[in-house]
């Protein structure tokens, strides 16, 4: 009998990732996010392909209101 898998992936180790995960993620300033995300940029990054085979895409913007 084989186990449940959980989680988000919701596969065994080695198979495809079944998602095409999006992320968006708001700081203040540029200096917010390296402050924020550099030290765990690393990490995240290669966290993706625990959820999808597809390359990331890092866009930066901004975001006008008014």
């Not at 988000?8 to 999006?22: E, M, R």
């Not at 700081?27 to 392909?49: L, R």
Request: glycine share 14%; hydrophobic share 40%; charged share 15%.
């Amino acid at each position: 009998m084989q186990g449940v898998v959980k989680g988000l992936a919701g596969s065994g180790p080695g198979a495809p990732a079944p998602y095409v995960a999006s992320c968006r993620i708001v700081f203040n300033s540029v200096e917010a996010f390296q402050g924020d995300f550099g030290p765990n940029g690393k990490e995240i990054m290669a966290d993706i392909p625990n959820y999808t085979d597809q390359p990331p895409v890092v866009q930066v913007s901004d975001v006008v209101v008014g």
